[in-house]
């Protein structure tokens, strides 16, 4: 079954407004969570790590003010995209750490974020 | 060099040919090697993971690891349609999800 619920799958939003995307664990709680962005047949883009309780780490290049990441509790990572822009519409895709070591990710079915 | 390299594709296979996918990996210190399937507009899902070198086979599907070559591949035996779809090989070092690092992906066609 699914360990992972992402919503919503679909998106559309005008310019300049906001939009968040949820990843739920469920049934277990999942201290690090992964957030990423995929262009259409191009490979997953790491954009962050977003940790229960502390602030994300974002990699190179991402911008922390225009993509909010907030992981208030262990079982929710939500992530924010501020002010959007036609050049932000893509697929978003979070994923949680899980097994015995916590070295395998499991994946949210994605979000497609299309901006007008 | 990338950390993680793979074959590129696309790759076209007729149904119910064995397909053969690859991925040369540079770091040393991984030790969790995973295949996940990527259809179209959905996120990934995982198909296998092996913890150091080895096979394991799942149904129609075997992963193979090769430490000492640095060398992963998953076989597809009796390939269907619905196997078309892009694969994704991944793999991470022991350390709870350190240096978690995916393969450039490997489009698949299995033609009816």
């Known amino acids: 079954g699914a360990v992972v619920s992402q919503h919503p799958s679909w998106v559309i939003c005008k310019s300049g407004t906001s939009v968040k995307i949820e990843c739920r664990s469920l049934?277990?709680?999942?201290?690090?969570m992964f957030w990423y962005r995929q262009f259409p047949k191009q490979s997953l883009m790491l954009m962050a790590t977003s940790n229960e309780g502390s602030k994300a780490t974002y990699e190179q290049g991402v911008e922390k003010d225009k993509f909010l990441i907030n992981h208030a509790s262990l079982t929710l990572s939500t992530l924010t995209v501020t002010s959007a822009h036609p050049e932000d519409s893509s697929f978003y895709i979070c994923?949680?750490?899980?097994?015995?070591?916590?070295?395998?990710?499991?994946f949210g079915a994605g979000t497609r974020l299309s901006v007008l | 060099q990338k950390e993680v390299e793979q074959d590129p594709g696309p790759l076209s296979v007729p149904e119910g040919a064995i397909v053969s996918l690859n991925c040369t990996y540079s770091?040393?210190?991984?030790?969790?090697f995973m295949w996940y399937r990527q259809y179209s507009r959905k996120g990934p899902e995982l198909l296998m993971y092996?913890?150091?070198?080895g096979n394991k086979e799942d149904g129609r599907f075997t992963a193979q690891v090769d430490k000492s070559s640095k060398y992963i591949s998953l076989f597809i035996r009796d390939s269907q349609p619905s196997d078309s779809a892009t694969y994704l090989c991944a793999m991470s070092e022991e350390n709870y999800g350190q240096n978690f690092v995916f393969g450039p992906g490997t489009r698949l066609s299995v033609l009816p």
């Open positions: 994923s949680v750490l899980l097994g015995i070591a916590k070295n395998i990710q499991y």
């Open positions: 049934d277990f709680q999942a201290t690090t």
């Open positions: 092996t913890y150091s070198s």
């Open positions: 770091n040393s210190a991984f030790q969790y």
